[in-house]
């Protein structure tokens, strides 16, 4: 079997051997349920669809998928067993994607359990249920992106604490980079391709039409690079961070 | 075999490992000594490619450990500093997934965790959180993944650290064991250890090598090897043997203790004198009460190359 889904499965396993697994899955699911139902006005709408449910995603992962990726390896780096690790017959690339794809398994499998919400809106009308599925794979592929980040970060301290505040903020900025909040910070100095290109960065804008239900080729592809950037910059931060 | 070819190690202005080289083969059982950040974690480290020398190359069974480091590493067993593993793991679990990241398959994946498992005593908490166990237990944990391969080359550092006396034993009889066809090293600063289980020693100090030979010569080293202590019947023939020891050729001085019966003979350095020293007893038809030889001590040895000052 590869290295890499050795790994993963000895990852997956301790999610469900501490109580990390349960107080997330519990908190992931209380939080998803009262802001569909009371912020986003789900019954009020009077409309078959999930969109009250997804449009709080964003904010949700925000907070909680940092403090699932915070201990990635800042926690290995704290105990030592990053020695161990890298002195094992696995690569980095292994070991990031290893640890990374059962970071993304998990917060799946939270995902996976709001399926009540799913049951819940087609047991009071006819949903579009090809998009809600969109809408889920959508939410998976953000949570990724959220955990690329989240990993990498993690990767460059020791101190979990430390990890978790960096990435919400790395992450609120990738999630408000559409907005005058972040853009403003570059428009004064910045030339307006760059600008433009930070405006197009924003996890908001383009989860916003899959939380719709919409599929555009171009959102899948921004999440995957989005993936694929911070996990090869955590192979980086990691080969030159590991010893420290 | 294991070549470290001018290897050097550079911590932003500290020097941890300036220009080491050397080479171990099957069989050796070498022991890095050294006071506490003399370099030889950082050593170890270099060796099993968790991290990369600054300057110079290390070759384990030909293989470059910076260009071709998996090969390496599948070669090596190591015990990190500390024995660090996943604490919230049992041992059990623990091990099987070090046998499968190792490629361990079937029958002989069994028969080995079976192995480790006698071996380290680690049955009865094999279904314990290793956070849980002591720390006897969790090195003897770390040494049960580090030799559960049964890898060519062992690298240990500190082994014994936390083990009680027995345990410590035990470790000791495992590594003497395996010392047959596998390059062991160890790094301790516990002298007995390496009196008990090296066949070569390292003395590394701020980085640099100052001393290589066997144990045993490394302590003949020690000013006060080969002493002889002596306490005769009488005050008058410990002073007539004490004259006459004077007059033999490897002996550089002879000292009479206050009580009048006892006197130490020092021989000249790397000389014996107990052949002429009972050849002389004979002779006067003396018969002391008591006779021993103080062999080298390696702490005194140890000391005073770590310090700078002469033996």
Known sequence: ?244 | MIEAQSVSKRFGSLLAVDQLSFSVNPGEVLGFLGPNGAGKSTTMKMITGFIAPTEGRILVYGHDVENDPIQCKQQIGYLPEGAPSYGEMNPLAFLEFIADLRGLQGAHRRQRLDYVIDKLALESVLKQNIDTLSKGFKRRVGLAQAVLHDPRVLILDEPTDGLDPNQKHEVRDLIRDMSNDKIIIISTHILEEVEAVCNRAMIISRGKLLADDTPTNLAARSPGHNTVHLVMGDSSQAANLATALEQLDPVSAVERLDDGLSLKAIPDAGQEILPQLQQLLVEKGLAPCQLYVQRGKLDDVFRSITTGARP
């Open chain 1, 1 to 244: 079997m590869n290295a890499a889904m050795i790994l993963f499965r000895r990852e997956l396993r301790s999610y469900f051997a501490t109580p990390v697994a349960y107080v997330f899955i519990v908190i992931f699911l209380l939080l998803a349920g009262s802001f569909t139902f009371f912020l986003g006005g789900f019954y009020e709408r009077g409309q078959a669809d999930l969109s009250p449910f997804f449009s709080f995603h964003p904010w949700l992962y925000l907070f909680l998928v940092p403090a699932l990726s915070m201990r990635l390896w800042a926690e290995e780096r704290k105990s030592g067993s990053v020695e161990l690790l890298m002195t094992l017959p696995i690569t980095l690339l292994q070991a990031v994607m290893g640890k990374f794809l059962a970071a993304w398994a998990f917060t799946g499998i939270a995902l996976a359990l709001t399926f009540p919400m799913w049951l819940s809106v087609n047991y009071l009308g006819d949903p579009d249920n090809g998009a809600i599925l969109a809408a889920y794979l959508g939410s998976l592929l953000m949570a990724g992106a959220f955990l690329a980040i989240g990993a990498c970060i993690s990767a460059t301290t020791r101190n979990q604490v430390v990890a978790f505040i960096l990435t919400v903020v790395v992450c609120f900025g990738f999630l408000l980079s559409g907005f005058p909040l972040v853009l403003e910070l570059f428009r004064d100095w910045a030339p307006q391709l760059l600008v433009d290109t930070i405006s197009s960065f924003s996890f908001l804008t383009h989860f916003n039409s899959i939380s719709k239900g919409v599929i555009d080729l171009r959102d899948l592809l921004y999440f995957s690079a989005v993936i694929t950037a911070w996990l090869a910059a955590n192979v980086v931060v990691l080969d030159l961070k590991k010893a420290e």
